[in-house]
């Protein structure tokens, strides 16, 4: 039987579209922003099935929808719970110290799986900074002293990034464009 990423209904907030309230609290509009870009690179995956996922559909590119999700499961991992939050964790997908950041890999045997790590990581992620201050700091790998609001705002550039190279793979894969999921 084939795998199909699952289809989402956005998430608001008092019926706004969590990247509309512009006069929100600092920290309502951070996490509001992130979900939405968390939830764009789902609404590109869903309803394609795992061979689907893992094509690489902008030539001459390798890139795929499944290892974009496979990376930002381990972009999720590394700055909230390993540099945010100190976990003593390992890479989701790939060895230690080896640079792929997940991109390389991706397996349309696995993506079911794959899909539910990322899903896994971003609830992590979420558990490991609720209550904690934007002006909380840490220190990075390179000793460079940062804040969670820091986080924040580089998880967001990281996702509308990401976001950018998962739109054109959509539209390739099937020629489905937008933000908004089908009904």
Not at 73 to 94: C, H, K, M, Y
Not at 149 to 169: C, K, P, S
Request: with cysteine; hydrophobic share 40%.
């Amino acid at each position: 039987m084939t795998w199909t990423a699952p289809h989402l209904t956005r998430t608001t907030a008092g019926g706004l579209q969590l990247n509309a309230p512009g006069t929100a609290d600092e920290r309502t509009m951070l996490a509001g922003w992130l979900q939405w870009h968390r939830e764009t690179l789902l609404v590109k995956c869903a309803g394609l099935d795992e061979k689907q996922l893992a094509r690489a559909a902008a030539e001459p590119s390798g890139l795929t929808l499944l290892a974009l999700v496979r990376h930002l499961a381990e972009i999720e991992r590394w700055w909230f719970r390993r540099s945010f939050a100190a976990e003593p964790l390992g890479d989701v997908f790939t060895g230690p110290a080896d640079g792929d950041e997940g991109l390389e890999g991706a397996d349309p045997a696995r993506a079911e799986h794959d899909y539910a790590a990322y899903l896994a990581e971003v609830d992590a992620a979420e558990a490991a900074v609720a209550g904690r201050s934007l002006d909380e700091t840490f220190m990075t790998s390179r000793g460079r002293p940062c804040t969670l609001r820091w986080v924040y705002l580089a998880m967001i550039q990281e996702y509308a990034r990401h976001n950018g190279h998962a739109d054109l793979l959509r539209e390739r894969t099937d020629g489905e464009t937008g933000d908004y999921p089908r009904s």
